[in-house]
């Protein structure tokens, strides 16, 4: 059985922002030049996650305002403490949406539904480095 590992990296300017990642995991598993089998695709991130779904943006914004309303981004709220950071519901909501997903691949491509697309959800982007 043959394997391919590639990594993503992504800079988010958003504390909260979806990324669209279908065509570079398309690409990869073409690079891979496997033709059955499944790409498993996965957040190593603590506070971000990887979903399929649909590529709407009123959808986006539907799943944005039902994460604020069940995790809302209040840093009191959480005992999680990072550093100065109060990440807690970036965490919460990354075990919520789960941080990877198994994708088929048929024939040299991945086998979404006619609507599905693959996603990196960030919940904790825009990170800082402070200090003297």
Known sequence: MKSYTE????NTPERFQIINITDKVQEIVTKSKIKEGFALVSAMHTSSSV???DDESGLKRDFQDFLDVLLPPDPKRYKHQHGA???GDAHLRSILIHHESI???TNGKLDLGPWQQ???GEFDG???IIGE
């Open 85 to 87: 950071d109060s990440n």
């Open 51 to 53: 979903y399929v779904s």
């Open 126 to 128: 825009r990170r800082k």
């Open 118 to 120: 693959i996603f990196y």
């Open 7 to 10: 990594y993503l990296w992504f």
């Open 103 to 105: 994708v088929p691949v």
